[in-house]
T-cell receptor, first 112, second 117 residues
């Protein structure tokens, strides 16, 4: 079993829809949770960064962490064609030398 | 520039040749990571540097892979006697890691696309 599981998609939704992206994990030591967005032929860019459980909102993006269920989510409201990309979840334990583990990524396409 | 810089952006090499990939991290970032991303796959961890030392090199696939970092800045990833299965995008990332907080977010370069023919 992988430490981090993420549905690879592809996921296709119409413009304006609410998108829900999810990851599950098995290592209870993870404390830091991140979402990255990767456009084609580019490096991943950080979207959201949260510590421990709870919600964090930034514009149209909301990240949720449920440590009891080992489940994290990223919600995108009012989705735009420019949101079409691969979204990767990532997580790390509590250590400055922690290895950051990535999910395999979900390909998202927003139809105009 | 302000971001992580990787060179070359593309590299085509013949099977059996050695290649060297370069990463210039963001100035002041003490941590540096190398990842590999195969087509349609997630990021595979290769090696992590804190300063010039590598506390975790557990992801290096074989002894053909090595990496070094000098001056707490530039890093090179070397692949000897390349094989076709080495074809992938090699991504470098850096982060500002403080001792009081782990898991600092990574800032990625755009990668080196390696093709072994």
């Amino acid at each position: 079993q992988k430490e981090v599981e993420q549905d690879p998609g592809p996921l296709s939704v119409p413009e304006g829809a609410i998108v829900s992206l999810n990851c599950t994990y098995s290592n209870s030591a993870f404390q830091y949770f991140m979402w990255y967005r990767q456009y084609s032929r580019k490096g991943p860019e950080l979207l959201m960064y949260t510590y421990s459980s709870g919600n964090k909102e930034d514009g149209r993006f909301t990240a949720q962490v449920d440590k009891s269920s080992k489940y994290i989510s990223l919600f995108i409201r009012d989705s735009q064609p420019s949101d079409s990309a691969t979204y990767l979840c990532a997580m790390a334990g509590y250590s400055s030398a922690s290895k950051i583990i990535f999910g395999s990524g979900t390909r998202l396409s927003i139809r105009p | 520039g302000a971001g992580v810089s990787q060179s070359p952006s593309n590299k085509v090499t013949e099977k059996g040749k050695d290649v060297e990939l370069r990463c210039d991290p963001i100035s002041g970032h003490t941590a540096l990571y190398w990842y590999r991303q195969s087509l349609g796959q997630g990021l595979e961890f290769l090696i992590y540097f804190q300063g010039n030392s590598a506390p975790d090199k557990s992801g290096l696939p074989s002894d053909r892979f090595s990496a070094e970092r000098t001056g707490g800045s530039v890093s090179t990833l070397t692949i000897q006697r390349t094989q076709q299965e080495d074809s992938a995008v090699y991504l470098c990332a850096s982060s500002l890691v403080s001792e009081s907080q782990g898991g600092s977010p990574l800032h990625f370069g755009n990668g080196t696309r390696l093709t072994v023919t």
